[in-house]
């Protein structure tokens, strides 16, 4: 027997109709705790960088596992919040901060994070010179990270110095707050692969509280290509072929040249389009007529003593 007016209007339905307002009340009460649409914008954001296809697979982990825990709450199952401390490990101009701040944004449209805005500190953030002052550094630093990401550059720098050093303060009183504010900000430290491993070990208790290590691997030369083209085109410039073939030469002696740990990947990158574009400024600052296409392209010339 139907007693609700709704019901009796919906059993008139066909079953694919019946489907779909099912579906649909749903996806309105997975929307309540998911903001479908700015987990999409985070989505975009990430896949227009190269590279980096471990951390887009765990973005999407993070979203299926939210999606069905919610429905495991909607049928009585038990669940239980996961831990998603991160140690990023991984030479600098790899994208550390870049996906920190991404991570911010999908945990605060997953309702995991209450707003997912980042600090980013460094050792001088956290380590105080006096008795006293290294503990309440780190926790004004864990009060400001609160609802988002405390993210920690060069962590393994905090375990660096001898017995009158303060830096496993900092790390004990880390533990501590990570503990006491388990579910109310995410820690992440990132550093030098080599360095992050001899950092974990530094505290028992360390390793255990961070489930997640993602590791940036250093970009092909192929890939710093793609990424010196996406730069210059959101300047508005573009590269020619001879301009390509000079920019490819510099990438591979930089590589050849020096050691893997020091070579700065994508940053390093940024810095030579930008130096060639001052390059072209100083090669047509004589010129009298410009046209659009002299003002836009990147000559070979322009990568040359770089």
């Known amino acids: 027997m139907i007693k609700n007016p709704l019901n009796k209007i919906i059993a008139s339905f066909s079953k694919k109709e019946k489907i779909s307002i099912i579906s649909q009340d749903k996806n309105e009460k997975l929307s309540e705790f ?4 700015e987990v999409e914008k985070v989505y975009k954001e990430l896949n227009s960088l190269i590279g980096l296809d471990n951390i887009k697979e765990l973005v999407k982990e993070i ?3 939210v999606i069905i825990d919610q429905k495991r709450k909607e049928k009585n199952l038990f669940t239980e919040p996961l831990v998603f401390h991160m140690i990023f490990s991984g030479s600098p101009g790899t994208g550390k901060t870049t996906v920190a701040r991404i991570l911010g944004k999908l945990f605060s449209s997953l ?12 050792r001088a953030d956290l ?31 905090l375990a660096r110095g001898g017995k009158k050093d303060f830096g496993k303060e900092a790390i004990d009183t880390l533990v501590k707050a990570m503990e006491d504010h388990k579910n109310d900000f995410i820690l992440i430290l990132a550093g030098y692969k080599e360095e992050m491993e001899y950092f974990l070990m530094s505290n028992p208790g360390l ?9 940036f691997r250093d970009y092909s030369i192929e890939q710093l290509m793609q990424i010196a083209e996406i730069i210059a085109q959101k300047r508005q410039y573009q590269i020619t072929l001879e301009g390509k073939r000079a920019l490819y030469n510099i990438l591979l002696r930089n590589q050849l040249t020096n050691d893997n740990r020091n070579y700065g990947n994508a940053r390093e990158v940024r810095n030579i389009i ?5 390059k072209q400024a100083l090669r047509l600052s004589n010129h009298h007529y410009l046209s659009k ?9 322009d990568f040359k003593r770089l």
Do not use: C, M, W
């Open 34 to 37: 998911i903001n479908f649409q």
């Open 63 to 65: 979203k299926a596992f």
């Open 111 to 122: 309702h995991i994070l209450d707003s997912g805005h980042i600090i980013e500190v460094e």
């Open 127 to 157: 380590v105080g010179e006096f008795v006293g002052q290294t503990a309440q550094k780190v926790k004004s630093k864990v009060e400001e990270a609160l609802g988002g990401i405390l993210f920690i550059d060069e962590a393994y720098s």
């Open 207 to 215: 390793k255990s509280r961070f489930p997640i290590y993602l590791e």
């Open 274 to 278: 930008e130096k060639a574009i001052r």
């Open 293 to 301: 296409e002299d003002l836009i392209y990147l000559k070979a010339d």
